[in-house]
């Protein structure tokens, strides 16, 4: 055999061992891709190094919005109805954390699901991570702390699309707290504009962020320098307030299904169960918790579902119903 042959021959099996390289390594990348946090829109942009249209995530049914009701020393911290795109479940369940003023978990606090005509109901205790959760059948439920005065979540998991296999998140805290629902639950106000006047270091869902801390950053970071006012972007009541570990101080707004959180604060100047007017001054700006820097981080929540500060108009036509 010549060598022209030989050289032929080489050339052929290396183009071959590389066309399938490059076919194992999209298959690799089709099946890889799907499963990551920060979404396939962000992964192909990325990979691609071209925009690909990102479509808002489905929001929860307006139909099974949870209701908080009652007074007491046990506070609901957040209530959202899971959509059964995001819990993936074949059977309707509440689930959720108990933890004491400061954010710590609490073990052993007794939590009680009841239903329309029993008046018995079931009973759980919180584990060392402060996490309870009932499974369900279809039906009517009202989930609260079973020790001492607590508030209650009204839901259901008999809605008719996925009838049974809705689940809800419900957190309690230990406080003080109360409910107005002719206020919060009938007239909400959406949040408008930012606790600060600042440059954003790190945006919703940013890829950067991922990459540099391994997580899905939920809201925008915002740096301004040490002792800036934060001021609340909605009216409504303080829910969260105090430090709470990597947030650092923390204080979280709900009105309705709307909440807002800003962290890293140096100072917090309002309590949990306090009237906050739009445009008040929750505290001061900071550098605690798990924090690279003086910043403030701002969240807003729909029904407990984060979404992007900078691209409300997206959730406010879906949102309309819970206005």
């Known amino acids: 055999m010549s060598l022209k042959s030989l050289i032929g021959i080489s050339g052929c099996a290396v183009l071959g061992t590389l066309l399938i390289f490059a076919i194992l390594l999209v298959v690799l990348l089709g099946m890889v891709i799907p499963q990551l946090p920060f979404g396939q829109a962000q992964a192909w942009e990325w ?3 071209t925009p690909q249209p990102v479509s808002a995530p489905p929001l929860p049914s307006s139909e099974g919005k949870p209701v908080i009701s009652g007074n007491g020393q046990w506070c609901v911290t957040r209530a959202y109805q899971e959509t059964p795109q995001e819990s993936h479940l074949n059977a309707g369940r509440v689930q959720g954390y108990v933890r004491d003023a400061k954010g710590r978990p609490l073990a052993g606090v007794a939590v009680h699901v009841s239903w329309d005509g029993d008046e018995g109901g079931i009973t759980q205790t919180t584990d060392a991570n402060g996490y309870y959760v009932f499974i369900l059948s279809p039906g009517e439920y009202h989930v609260q702390v079973a020790q001492g005065q607590s508030q209650s979540v009204f839901f259901r998991t008999n809605l008719k ?6 689940t809800y998140d419900v957190d309690f805290a230990s406080g003080n707290c109360f409910s107005s629902t002719g206020i919060y639950n009938n007239n909400p106000n959406a949040p408008q504009g930012f606790p600060v006047s600042g440059r954003i270091t790190a945006t919703f869902h940013d890829w950067s962020y991922y990459l540099r801390f391994g997580r899905t950053h939920e809201g925008l970071d915002l740096a301004v320098p040490e002792g800036t006012s934060v001021m609340a972007t909605m009216s ?17 707004m709900q009105n309705g299904p709307w909440e807002i959180i800003v962290a890293h604060l140096s100072r917090v100047d309002v309590s949990l169960g306090q009237t906050i007017t739009n445009g008040s001054r929750l505290g001061l700006s900071g550098n605690t918790g798990f924090s690279t820097g003086p910043h403030v981080h701002y969240e807003i929540r729909y029904n407990g579902m984060p979404i992007d500060p900078q691209n409300m108009d997206a959730y406010l036509s879906d949102a309309a119903v819970g206005r």
């Open 47 to 49: 990979m691609l190094g």
């Open 236 to 252: 409504g009541r303080v829910v969260q307030a105090g430090n709470y570990g990597s947030w650092g101080n923390m204080v979280m």
């Open 161 to 166: 699309e996925w009838y049974g296999h809705y």
